[in-house]
Structures are given as structure tokens and as C-alpha cells.
């Protein structure tokens, strides 16, 4: 029989847990063996990158809408994720995919293409430069702060506008990837919050037409990714409390995982409001 793919399901109302989770998932990387763990959020969060650092444009703006500001266990830019599925691969350092940061993008990549491609059938890798016309936004705006207009190995592409934008945390005995699937994304409000135009956000980033709030093109994900690993998929189960990394290894080792509850197919964003 296979090995197991555990899958843990988050999402509600504080994306601090889930992303203290995923931090404690690639602590117990090592023990656990491979975890997928996938969320949404009912309302926005701003979600920066590990090292990077809060402008006071966006603390301000978020301050003023009610956004709450957190900080993911890795590295690049920030992303206003306004109730969009992300799908997190945790994996053992000695794992043969935890062999190079392109080649696990490339992997991680590869289950996302076969899930997303037959809604959004001219999504690409995003290996090619930004268009001509975010070039040109971002030549007279402000320096970017913002992932989903980067281009490089992370994310995914439809017609040259960025719908999946990825990151990595690498440590000795594990490494993560993760993504944001973008099913949501109001122009105005990603503005507002980053300090720059409608028009430049438009320009680069666009959504997956993917049906209702997107949770079960990540239970495709997660799927599709057990098939890929060679695992027997476990779950989805219910994000368990914890309280340390050493609570980690017996949590997940554990045999009475308690099923995740159904989660109604909508998805409210909001009230945010622009004044």
C-alpha cells in the first residue's frame, strides 16, 4: 500500500493560525513525511513575504479597511489574498522533489497545470517578462511591492496577467511550497492597499475563472498532487490545535484525525467598502 499523503484543510477567520501551521508543518518536516494543506480566508488578509518589510502606505491602508496584516514562513513579496484558495506541499529535506528550488516549482507546478488548465486553457509558467503595458506602469509608480507582479519561477500565467503566484521556504530537514490560486481580486481595493493605480493592477494580474469560491480546484490540487508524489491521499482533515513544534510530530502520527467539516461552497469578502 502507498505511503500517506496527509491533507489538512484550514481557512475561516485567522489567517495567522493557518500560517503558524504552515511554519509548524516544515518544522516537522523531517518526521511527518510529505503534507499538503490547503485554505481559504473569508475575508482579505495582506500576506507579506518572510523578510520583507510593511511600507507605511499599505499598514496605513490596511489600518483604515479593517486588513489584517500577517507574515508567511517564506521568502518574496506580499499578496493581498482576498479569500482565494493556497495549497501548501510540506516535504522532507531528503525528499527527491526537495532537490532545487526551480525543480520543485517545476513539480508543484506540473499538478496545478493538470487541475487549472482545462477552466483557464492558456495558462502558462510565468517564465516571460510582464507586459508592455505593466512595464510601463510600474516604470512611473511606485517600486513593487506586490507578487503577483513578479515574473519568474513561482507563478502562473494567463494571456501575460498573473493568476498563481508561489513561494518557498528551504531548510535543512524540509522545504515548502506553496501557492495562491487567485479566484478573487478586486483592482480597486489591491490599489489601495499597495499605493499604486487600478490600471497598473489590471494590467498585471487577473483571476482563474474557477467555480464557486475555489475549494475544490485546491481539493483537485491535493489530489492530483498524491498521484504525482506516488502517496495514498489522507483526508481532508480538520487543521488541529497545537501549541508548539514538539506537539507537531505526535498530532501528525496520530490515527483519530477528525474529518474536516463541510465548508459551504460560498465564500463572503467582505463588508469592505471603497471609499
Same mark, same amino acid.
Given at each position: 500500500m502507498p505511503?500517506? =499523503?496527509?491533507?489538512?484543510? @484550514?481557512?475561516?477567520?485567522?489567517?495567522?493560525?493557518?500560517?503558524s501551521f504552515e511554519s509548524l508543518l516544515l518544522a516537522g518536516a523531517a518526521a511527518s513525511g510529505p503534507t499538503v494543506f490547503t485554505y481559504h480566508w473569508r475575508s482579505p488578509a495582506l500576506v507579506l513575504g518572510y523578510g520583507q518589510s510593511s511600507a507605511a502606505f499599505a499598514e496605513n491602508?490596511?489600518?483604515?479597511?479593517?486588513?489584517?496584516?500577517v507574515r508567511r514562513?517564506? @521568502?518574496?513579496?506580499a499578496v493581498l489574498n482576498e479569500g482565494s484558495p493556497a495549497v501548501s506541499l510540506v516535504i522532507p529535506g531528503a525528499h527527491p522533489w526537495a532537490e532545487g528550488i526551480v525543480r520543485?516549482?517545476?513539480?508543484?507546478?506540473?499538478?496545478?497545470?493538470?487541475?487549472?488548465?482545462?477552466?483557464?486553457p492558456d495558462l502558462t509558467p510565468d517564465a516571460s517578462p510582464a507586459t508592455p503595458a505593466?512595464?510601463?506602469?510600474?516604470?512611473?509608480?511606485?517600486?513593487?511591492?506586490?507578487?503577483f507582479e513578479g515574473r519568474g519561477p513561482d507563478g502562473l500565467s494567463s494571456g501575460g496577467r498573473k493568476v498563481v503566484g508561489g513561494a518557498q521556504a528551504r531548510r535543512r530537514y524540509g522545504a515548502l511550497v506553496h501557492a495562491v490560486l487567485q479566484t478573487r481580486c478586486n483592482a480597486r481595493l489591491q490599489a489601495r492597499v499597495f499605493g499604486v493605480s487600478?490600471?497598473?493592477?489590471?494590467?498585471?494580474?487577473?483571476?482563474?475563472?474557477?467555480?464557486?469560491?475555489?475549494?475544490? =480546484?485546491?481539493?483537485?490540487?491535493?489530489?492530483?498532487?498524491?498521484?504525482?508524489?506516488? =502517496?495514498?491521499?489522507l483526508g481532508p482533515l480538520q487543521r488541529p490545535a497545537f501549541s508548539s513544534p514538539d506537539a507537531l510530530e505526535p498530532i501528525l502520527r496520530a490515527s483519530d484525525f477528525r474529518p474536516a467539516q463541510k465548508r459551504s461552497q460560498s465564500c463572503?469578502?467582505?463588508p469592505y467598502t471603497m471609499p
Open positions: 505511503e500517506l =499523503l496527509r491533507w489538512f484543510v @484550514g481557512g475561516g477567520d485567522r489567517p495567522s493560525d493557518d500560517l491602508a490596511c489600518r483604515e479597511l479593517g486588513i489584517p496584516i514562513v517564506s @521568502g518574496g513579496l520543485l516549482y517545476q513539480r508543484f507546478q506540473a499538478a496545478l497545470l493538470a487541475v487549472l488548465s482545462p477552466w483557464c505593466a512595464r510601463a506602469a510600474s516604470q512611473t509608480e511606485r517600486p513593487s511591492l506586490i507578487c487600478a490600471a497598473r493592477i489590471a494590467a498585471t494580474m487577473t483571476t482563474l475563472p474557477a467555480p464557486g469560491d475555489g475549494g475544490d =480546484l485546491a481539493a483537485a490540487v491535493a489530489a492530483r498532487l498524491a498521484q504525482d508524489l506516488g =502517496l495514498r491521499l463572503p469578502v467582505g
